[in-house]
């Protein structure tokens, strides 16, 4: 009974966070359906994206701020517009689709870490024993500076193949998306899921 009424309650954030448009639309389709296992609840997600960070130090999210993300792939143009308005360092980061999952048990963890692991989401495993938090997470991801005090520090070749990189791994990132969907679907179709 807890767990439902767990689950119950996260199911009903997640859809009040899909209706004001928090949730990345292109995800949707695959938190949807991880959402109709009654073993499983989504709690965050991120379908992947690539953004340019102001940073005062490596690390310091309190103090950084946003100038730009893309979660459809970026052009070198646009991350240059946004990396010129830096007052500290811009840093161009491609961050890998990270999904965080409760389960109802020990044994839907394994099965969902399983899924995850024959879709390509290597990184992948429980980091709560406080509703079996699974996190599905993949490797892919780009991370460096390229301006600073509103001055680029590399130069347009550079940044170009830098983007391309990032564009590169970020779809990787939203083909085990689509690899991850095609597994869970099979396993609803088949009504094998979840220990039941």
Not at 134 to 163: C, F, N, Q, T, W
Not at 166 to 181: D, M, P, S
């Amino acid at each position: 009974m807890m767990w439902e009424r767990f689950r119950e309650k996260r199911y009903r954030g997640y859809l009040e966070a899909k209706a004001k448009g928090k949730v990345d639309e292109d995800i949707v389709y695959l938190l949807d359906l991880i959402n109709k296992f009654d073993c499983f609840v989504t709690l965050s997600s991120c379908s992947g994206r690539i953004a340019v960070v102001d940073l005062k130090k490596p690390g310091d999210k309190v103090n950084s701020e946003f100038l730009g993300k893309w979660h459809g792939g970026a052009e070198a143009k646009d991350i240059k517009m946004a990396a010129m308005r830096c007052r500290n360092t811009a840093w161009l980061i491609q961050y890998p689709p990270i999904i965080h999952v409760a389960c109802r048990d020990i044994d839907a963890a394994k099965i969902l870490m399983n899924i995850a692991n024959q879709a390509g989401f290597r990184r992948s495993g429980i980091i709560s024993l406080n509703h079996y938090v699974v996190e599905i997470a993949s490797l892919e991801r780009v991370e460096l500076p390229i301006a600073e005090g509103y001055k680029m520090l590399i130069d347009d070749e550079y940044l170009e193949y830098a983007v391309k990189c990032a564009n590169e791994k970020l779809f990787k990132g939203k083909e085990k998306l689509r690899r991850l969907y095609a597994v869970l679907e099979s396993l609803q179709r088949e009504n094998t899921y979840c220990g039941d």
